[in-house]
Protein backbone atom coordinates (compact mmCIF):
# COMPACT_ATOMS: atom_id res chain seq x y z
CA UNK A 1 0.00 0.00 0.00
CA UNK A 2 2.17 3.24 -0.83
CA UNK A 3 -0.58 6.07 -0.65
CA UNK A 4 0.35 8.12 2.65
CA UNK A 5 -2.28 6.62 5.25
CA UNK A 6 -1.82 10.27 7.41
CA UNK A 7 -2.65 13.37 5.40
CA UNK A 8 -0.34 16.16 5.13
CA UNK A 9 -0.46 19.28 7.32
CA UNK A 10 -1.73 21.12 3.64
CA UNK A 11 -3.60 20.01 0.77
CA UNK A 12 -4.79 21.77 -2.57
CA UNK A 13 -7.47 19.64 -2.96
CA UNK A 14 -10.65 18.35 -1.68
CA UNK A 15 -9.94 14.74 -2.39
CA UNK A 16 -6.69 15.14 -1.07
CA UNK A 17 -8.81 15.26 2.53
CA UNK A 18 -10.14 11.83 2.05
CA UNK A 19 -9.39 8.83 4.56
CA UNK A 20 -7.15 9.03 7.99
CA UNK A 21 -11.03 9.23 10.08
CA UNK A 22 -10.58 8.69 13.69
CA UNK A 23 -11.68 5.09 15.51
CA UNK A 24 -13.86 5.40 18.57
CA UNK A 25 -14.33 3.45 21.68
CA UNK A 26 -18.27 3.58 21.89
CA UNK A 27 -18.18 1.13 24.84
CA UNK A 28 -16.11 -1.88 26.12
CA UNK A 29 -17.66 -5.12 27.88
CA UNK A 30 -16.99 -6.39 31.45
CA UNK A 31 -14.40 -9.14 29.80
CA UNK A 32 -12.22 -6.04 28.27
CA UNK A 33 -13.71 -6.86 24.69
CA UNK A 34 -14.64 -2.85 23.12
CA UNK A 35 -16.56 -2.11 20.64
CA UNK A 36 -14.40 0.51 18.22
CA UNK A 37 -16.47 2.83 15.29
CA UNK A 38 -14.28 3.58 12.28
CA UNK A 39 -15.69 6.99 11.88
CA UNK A 40 -16.30 7.75 8.50
CA UNK A 41 -18.35 10.79 8.46
CA UNK A 42 -14.97 12.75 9.10
CA UNK A 43 -14.27 12.30 5.52
CA UNK A 44 -15.31 14.71 3.08
CA UNK A 45 -19.40 15.43 2.54
CA UNK A 46 -19.29 13.59 5.59
CA UNK A 47 -19.64 9.90 3.91
CA UNK A 48 -17.86 6.91 3.43
CA UNK A 49 -18.69 6.45 -0.43
CA UNK A 50 -16.07 9.31 -1.38
CA UNK A 51 -13.43 6.95 -1.41
CA UNK A 52 -14.98 4.64 -3.84
CA UNK A 53 -15.90 7.83 -6.16
CA UNK A 54 -12.65 9.14 -6.26
CA UNK A 55 -11.83 5.44 -7.20
CA UNK A 56 -14.17 5.28 -9.92
CA UNK A 57 -13.25 8.34 -11.46
CA UNK A 58 -9.61 7.98 -11.46
CA UNK A 59 -9.65 4.33 -13.00
CA UNK A 60 -12.21 5.26 -15.84
CA UNK A 61 -9.71 8.11 -16.57
CA UNK A 62 -6.60 5.19 -16.88
CA UNK A 63 -8.50 3.58 -19.29
CA UNK A 64 -9.67 6.50 -21.39
CA UNK A 65 -13.17 6.28 -20.91
CA UNK A 66 -13.00 10.04 -19.43
CA UNK A 67 -11.01 12.83 -20.69
CA UNK A 68 -11.40 16.85 -20.21
CA UNK A 69 -14.43 18.25 -20.09
CA UNK A 70 -16.43 14.69 -20.03
CA UNK A 71 -19.45 13.94 -18.26
CA UNK A 72 -20.21 10.84 -15.33
CA UNK A 73 -23.53 9.99 -14.64
CA UNK A 74 -24.56 7.39 -11.90
CA UNK A 75 -27.48 6.10 -10.30
CA UNK A 76 -27.63 7.36 -6.02
CA UNK A 77 -29.29 7.54 -3.14
CA UNK A 78 -27.17 10.39 -2.57
CA UNK A 79 -23.82 9.63 -0.86
CA UNK A 80 -22.34 8.19 -4.21
CA UNK A 81 -23.52 11.08 -5.66
CA UNK A 82 -22.16 13.56 -2.84
CA UNK A 83 -18.70 12.08 -3.44
CA UNK A 84 -18.96 11.84 -7.05
CA UNK A 85 -20.18 15.76 -7.07
CA UNK A 86 -17.16 16.99 -5.18
CA UNK A 87 -14.69 14.69 -7.28
CA UNK A 88 -16.24 16.00 -10.72
CA UNK A 89 -16.26 19.89 -9.72
CA UNK A 90 -12.42 19.35 -9.04
CA UNK A 91 -11.35 17.75 -12.06
CA UNK A 92 -13.58 19.49 -14.35
CA UNK A 93 -16.13 16.86 -15.38
CA UNK A 94 -19.93 17.64 -15.48
CA UNK A 95 -22.13 15.01 -13.22
CA UNK A 96 -25.86 14.06 -13.72
CA UNK A 97 -27.30 12.15 -10.77
CA UNK A 98 -30.55 9.58 -11.48
CA UNK A 99 -32.07 9.81 -8.37
CA UNK A 100 -35.33 8.85 -6.60
CA UNK A 101 -37.68 10.73 -3.41
CA UNK A 102 -36.40 8.29 -1.32
CA UNK A 103 -33.12 9.93 -0.59
CA UNK A 104 -32.62 12.25 1.78
CA UNK A 105 -33.72 15.66 0.82
CA UNK A 106 -30.08 17.29 2.36
CA UNK A 107 -28.44 15.24 0.40
CA UNK A 108 -30.04 16.31 -2.59
CA UNK A 109 -29.86 19.59 -2.33
CA UNK A 110 -26.35 19.42 -1.52
CA UNK A 111 -25.47 17.36 -4.65
CA UNK A 112 -27.27 20.64 -6.82
CA UNK A 113 -25.31 22.96 -5.07
CA UNK A 114 -21.90 21.05 -5.99
CA UNK A 115 -23.48 21.76 -9.09
CA UNK A 116 -24.88 18.20 -10.23
CA UNK A 117 -27.42 17.88 -12.64
CA UNK A 118 -30.47 15.86 -10.86
CA UNK A 119 -32.71 13.75 -12.89
CA UNK A 120 -35.78 12.08 -10.77
CA UNK A 121 -36.85 8.98 -11.89
CA UNK A 122 -40.37 9.23 -10.06
CA UNK A 123 -42.59 11.94 -9.43
CA UNK A 124 -43.23 13.86 -6.01
CA UNK A 125 -45.30 12.61 -3.38
CA UNK A 126 -43.49 9.12 -3.50
CA UNK A 127 -40.71 7.85 -1.28
CA UNK A 128 -40.12 4.57 -2.26
CA UNK A 129 -36.81 3.40 -2.95
CA UNK A 130 -36.07 3.01 -6.90
CA UNK A 131 -33.08 1.49 -7.45
CA UNK A 132 -33.73 -0.73 -10.24
CA UNK A 133 -35.53 2.39 -12.11
CA UNK A 134 -32.36 4.44 -11.31
CA UNK A 135 -30.28 1.75 -13.04
CA UNK A 136 -32.07 1.49 -16.09
CA UNK A 137 -32.24 5.18 -16.77
CA UNK A 138 -28.71 6.24 -16.14
CA UNK A 139 -27.43 3.10 -18.19
CA UNK A 140 -29.69 4.49 -20.97
CA UNK A 141 -28.80 8.08 -20.57
CA UNK A 142 -24.93 6.89 -21.03
CA UNK A 143 -25.44 4.74 -23.90
CA UNK A 144 -23.81 6.00 -26.91
CA UNK A 145 -22.56 9.16 -25.69
CA UNK A 146 -18.62 10.30 -26.14
CA UNK A 147 -16.58 10.89 -23.20
CA UNK A 148 -19.25 9.76 -20.83
CA UNK A 149 -19.15 7.06 -17.93
CA UNK A 150 -21.58 5.63 -16.15
CA UNK A 151 -19.81 4.28 -12.88
CA UNK A 152 -22.30 1.89 -12.76
CA UNK A 153 -21.45 1.85 -8.67
CA UNK A 154 -23.22 -1.54 -7.84
CA UNK A 155 -21.25 -3.59 -9.97
CA UNK A 156 -17.66 -1.73 -10.51
CA UNK A 157 -14.48 -3.20 -9.49
CA UNK A 158 -13.19 0.12 -8.78
CA UNK A 159 -15.80 0.23 -5.84
CA UNK A 160 -14.59 -2.25 -3.82
CA UNK A 161 -10.68 -1.42 -4.50
CA UNK A 162 -11.62 2.36 -3.12
CA UNK A 163 -11.64 0.95 0.38
CA UNK A 164 -8.89 -0.91 0.75
CA UNK A 165 -6.86 1.92 2.47
CA UNK A 166 -9.60 1.55 5.09
CA UNK A 167 -8.38 -1.80 6.22
CA UNK A 168 -4.51 -0.84 6.07
CA UNK A 169 -6.22 2.49 8.28
CA UNK A 170 -7.24 0.08 10.55
CA UNK A 171 -4.26 -2.15 10.53
CA UNK A 172 -2.25 0.63 11.60
CA UNK A 173 -4.24 2.08 14.13
CA UNK A 174 -4.43 -1.25 15.93
CA UNK A 175 -1.54 -3.11 15.27
CA UNK A 176 -2.86 -5.79 13.37
CA UNK A 177 -5.85 -6.58 16.08
CA UNK A 178 -9.03 -6.41 14.60
CA UNK A 179 -11.12 -9.69 15.62
CA UNK A 180 -14.59 -8.67 14.09
CA UNK A 181 -15.69 -6.47 11.07
CA UNK A 182 -19.01 -5.59 10.83
CA UNK A 183 -20.46 -3.53 8.00
CA UNK A 184 -23.46 -2.50 6.00
CA UNK A 185 -24.13 -4.26 2.84
CA UNK A 186 -25.40 -2.51 0.14
CA UNK A 187 -23.39 -1.96 -3.18
CA UNK A 188 -21.00 -5.06 -1.14
CA UNK A 189 -17.75 -2.31 -1.84
CA UNK A 190 -17.25 -0.74 1.18
CA UNK A 191 -17.58 -4.16 3.83
CA UNK A 192 -15.93 -6.43 1.26
CA UNK A 193 -13.25 -4.00 -0.23
CA UNK A 194 -12.27 -3.62 3.27
CA UNK A 195 -12.68 -7.31 3.97
CA UNK A 196 -10.07 -8.29 1.05
CA UNK A 197 -7.59 -6.33 1.94
CA UNK A 198 -7.94 -7.05 5.91
CA UNK A 199 -8.04 -10.49 5.29
CA UNK A 200 -4.49 -10.23 3.92
CA UNK A 201 -3.26 -8.49 7.09
CA UNK A 202 -5.29 -9.79 9.80
CA UNK A 203 -6.38 -13.71 8.34
CA UNK A 204 -8.22 -14.44 11.60
CA UNK A 205 -10.51 -11.70 11.21
CA UNK A 206 -14.13 -12.57 11.52
CA UNK A 207 -16.44 -10.39 8.41
CA UNK A 208 -20.24 -9.50 9.66
CA UNK A 209 -22.48 -7.76 7.18
CA UNK A 210 -25.53 -6.51 7.70
CA UNK A 211 -28.82 -5.74 5.90
CA UNK A 212 -31.92 -4.03 6.61
CA UNK A 213 -34.25 -6.40 6.84
CA UNK A 214 -36.88 -6.40 3.51
CA UNK A 215 -33.30 -6.38 1.80
CA UNK A 216 -32.96 -9.51 -0.26
CA UNK A 217 -28.79 -10.17 -0.27
CA UNK A 218 -28.94 -12.48 2.47
CA UNK A 219 -32.27 -14.10 1.52
CA UNK A 220 -36.09 -12.93 1.83
CA UNK A 221 -38.91 -11.80 3.02
CA UNK A 222 -38.78 -8.65 0.69
CA UNK A 223 -40.48 -5.14 1.56
CA UNK A 224 -40.14 -1.70 1.86
CA UNK A 225 -37.32 -0.50 4.12
CA UNK A 226 -36.18 3.02 5.24
CA UNK A 227 -33.06 2.85 6.03
CA UNK A 228 -30.98 4.85 3.02
CA UNK A 229 -27.97 4.03 0.79
CA UNK A 230 -27.79 0.26 2.48
CA UNK A 231 -28.97 -2.86 1.17
CA UNK A 232 -31.30 -4.38 -2.14
CA UNK A 233 -34.72 -3.95 -2.62
CA UNK A 234 -36.59 -6.47 -4.19
CA UNK A 235 -36.44 -6.04 -8.01
CA UNK A 236 -32.47 -5.00 -7.96
CA UNK A 237 -29.90 -6.96 -8.52
CA UNK A 238 -27.18 -8.11 -5.85
CA UNK A 239 -23.91 -6.36 -6.50
CA UNK A 240 -21.29 -7.78 -8.15
CA UNK A 241 -19.14 -6.48 -5.41
CA UNK A 242 -21.23 -8.73 -2.67
CA UNK A 243 -18.96 -12.16 -2.29
CA UNK A 244 -20.82 -14.18 0.10
CA UNK A 245 -17.24 -15.88 0.00
CA UNK A 246 -15.52 -13.18 2.47
CA UNK A 247 -18.97 -12.62 4.65
CA UNK A 248 -18.56 -14.79 7.01
CA UNK A 249 -22.55 -14.18 8.51
CA UNK A 250 -25.21 -12.25 7.06
CA UNK A 251 -27.88 -10.96 9.64
CA UNK A 252 -30.63 -8.29 8.84
CA UNK A 253 -31.75 -4.96 11.44
CA UNK A 254 -35.18 -3.38 11.06
CA UNK A 255 -35.58 -0.02 10.37
CA UNK A 256 -37.32 0.53 14.29
CA UNK A 257 -34.04 -1.00 15.52
CA UNK A 258 -31.26 0.87 13.40
CA UNK A 259 -33.23 4.30 14.07
CA UNK A 260 -33.59 3.49 17.91
CA UNK A 261 -29.94 2.29 17.53
CA UNK A 262 -29.05 5.93 16.22
CA UNK A 263 -30.94 8.08 18.43
CA UNK A 264 -29.72 6.06 21.81
CA UNK A 265 -25.82 7.00 20.27
CA UNK A 266 -26.91 10.63 19.86
CA UNK A 267 -27.43 10.81 23.27
CA UNK A 268 -23.84 10.12 24.15
CA UNK A 269 -22.80 12.75 21.68
CA UNK A 270 -22.00 10.93 18.72
CA UNK A 271 -24.38 11.61 15.44
CA UNK A 272 -24.63 8.87 13.39
CA UNK A 273 -26.80 7.25 9.86
CA UNK A 274 -29.88 5.55 10.16
CA UNK A 275 -27.65 2.35 8.56
CA UNK A 276 -25.10 3.21 10.70
CA UNK A 277 -27.63 2.79 13.22
CA UNK A 278 -28.27 -1.04 12.19
CA UNK A 279 -24.90 -1.73 12.07
CA UNK A 280 -24.15 -0.61 15.66
CA UNK A 281 -27.24 -2.34 17.03
CA UNK A 282 -26.10 -5.65 15.75
CA UNK A 283 -22.15 -4.80 17.35
CA UNK A 284 -23.98 -3.97 20.22
CA UNK A 285 -25.95 -7.16 20.21
CA UNK A 286 -22.34 -8.87 19.80
CA UNK A 287 -20.64 -7.45 22.41
CA UNK A 288 -21.29 -8.83 25.85
CA UNK A 289 -20.99 -12.77 24.49
CA UNK A 290 -17.77 -12.07 22.87
CA UNK A 291 -14.18 -13.67 24.40
CA UNK A 292 -12.48 -11.71 26.49
CA UNK A 293 -10.51 -8.81 24.74
CA UNK A 294 -12.12 -8.87 21.74
CA UNK A 295 -11.56 -6.07 19.34
CA UNK A 296 -14.96 -5.51 16.97
CA UNK A 297 -14.38 -2.84 14.68
CA UNK A 298 -17.92 -0.94 13.17
CA UNK A 299 -17.79 0.75 9.89
CA UNK A 300 -19.79 3.74 9.99
CA UNK A 301 -20.05 5.04 7.11
CA UNK A 302 -21.60 8.55 7.10
CA UNK A 303 -22.99 11.20 9.99
CA UNK A 304 -26.44 11.60 11.56
CA UNK A 305 -26.47 15.57 10.35
CA UNK A 306 -28.45 14.57 7.13
CA UNK A 307 -30.96 12.79 9.15
CA UNK A 308 -32.45 15.39 11.12
CA UNK A 309 -35.53 15.56 8.72
CA UNK A 310 -36.12 12.14 9.23
CA UNK A 311 -34.45 9.93 11.87
CA UNK A 312 -33.85 12.83 13.91
CA UNK A 313 -37.10 14.33 13.90
CA UNK A 314 -40.00 12.89 15.62
CA UNK A 315 -42.91 13.55 13.50
CA UNK A 316 -41.18 11.97 11.01
CA UNK A 317 -40.69 8.93 13.03
CA UNK A 318 -44.26 8.89 14.52
CA UNK A 319 -45.99 9.28 11.18
CA UNK A 320 -44.41 5.35 9.70
CA UNK A 321 -44.22 3.77 13.01
CA UNK A 322 -40.71 3.71 13.55
CA UNK A 323 -40.58 4.98 16.92
CA UNK A 324 -39.92 2.52 19.65
CA UNK A 325 -39.33 4.62 23.08
CA UNK A 326 -39.02 1.84 24.96
CA UNK A 327 -36.48 0.08 22.93
CA UNK A 328 -34.41 3.56 22.79
CA UNK A 329 -34.83 3.17 26.86
CA UNK A 330 -33.04 -0.34 26.93
CA UNK A 331 -29.96 0.67 24.45
CA UNK A 332 -29.59 4.08 26.06
CA UNK A 333 -29.05 1.78 29.81
CA UNK A 334 -26.85 -0.91 27.72
CA UNK A 335 -24.41 1.94 26.14
CA UNK A 336 -24.50 3.30 29.97
CA UNK A 337 -23.56 0.12 30.89
CA UNK A 338 -21.16 -0.57 28.77
CA UNK A 339 -19.22 2.66 28.38
CA UNK A 340 -18.78 2.22 32.29
CA UNK A 341 -17.37 -1.40 31.74
Known sequence: MNEALVRPAVVSRV??????????????????????????MYNPTGTAKIRMARQMVLDAEARGELRPGGRIIESTSGNTGLGLAVIAAERGYAFTAVVDHHACSDKLRAMKALGTELVYVAGDGTEELATAAREELAEEMARGRDNTVFTEQHNNPSNGVGYHRVAHE??????????????????????????????????????????????????????????????????????????????????????????????????????????????????LTRLPSLPPGTTMVALVNDGGEKYMDTVFDDAWMNARNLTDPALEREIDEALTKLRKG
Request: with cysteine; proline share 4%; hydrophobic share 40%.
Open 15 to 40: SDLIGGTPLFELCRADNGSRLLLKLE
Open 170 to 283: LHQALGGRVDVLVGAVGTGGSLCGTARELRKLVPGVRIVGVEPKGSIAFGGPAHDYYQSGTGTPEGAEIGALVDFDLIDEGVKVGDVEAFATARAVARTGLLIGGSAGGVVHEA
